[in-house]
């Protein structure tokens, strides 16, 4: 069984940096795929990023190109999501997931079966 913990999130001003961090535990064949995904109130969960753990290539949705990076410590099995020039619009609880996925099976319409608690994200203009 996987468990996924998120820490990292908090409030800061409009073109800050934030870096959010889910540490990972259970068998890593069910977390060859890492993602970050958010919600905020009223809207739908939506993809920020996906990384395949053993290979294959990152990939961020449009919104994040350029400002966010996804990274894992393979050492200390810990996802990051790396959050720069913030913008009110991406406030949001953020969620870690992993699957089983591998290679381009690990993607952003890959579908995720284990799922953190959240850390809340807000950004302030």
């Known amino acids: 069984q996987v468990r996924l913990v998120e820490s990292g999130g908090g409030s800061v001003q409009a073109g800050g940096p934030l870096r959010l961090s889910c540490a990972a535990s259970?068998?890593?064949?069910?977390?060859?795929?890492m993602a970050w995904f958010r919600q905020a109130p009223g809207k739908e969960r939506e993809y920020v990023a996906v990384?395949?753990?053993?290979?294959?290539?990152?990939s961020y949705d449009d919104s994040v190109k350029g400002r966010f990076t996804i990274s894992q410590d393979k050492t200390k099995n810990t996802l990051y999501l790396q959050m720069n020039s913030l913008k009110p619009e991406d406030s949001a609880m953020y969620y870690c997931?992993?699957?089983?996925?591998?290679?381009?099976?690990?993607?952003?319409?890959?579908?995720?079966?284990?799922w953190g608690q959240g850390t809340q994200v807000t950004v302030s203009s």
């Open positions: 997931a992993a699957s089983a996925h591998l290679g381009t099976y690990c993607n952003l319409e890959t579908p995720f079966t284990t």
């Open positions: 259970g068998d890593p064949l069910f977390r060859t795929c």
């Open positions: 990384l395949p753990t053993q290979y294959g290539d990152t």
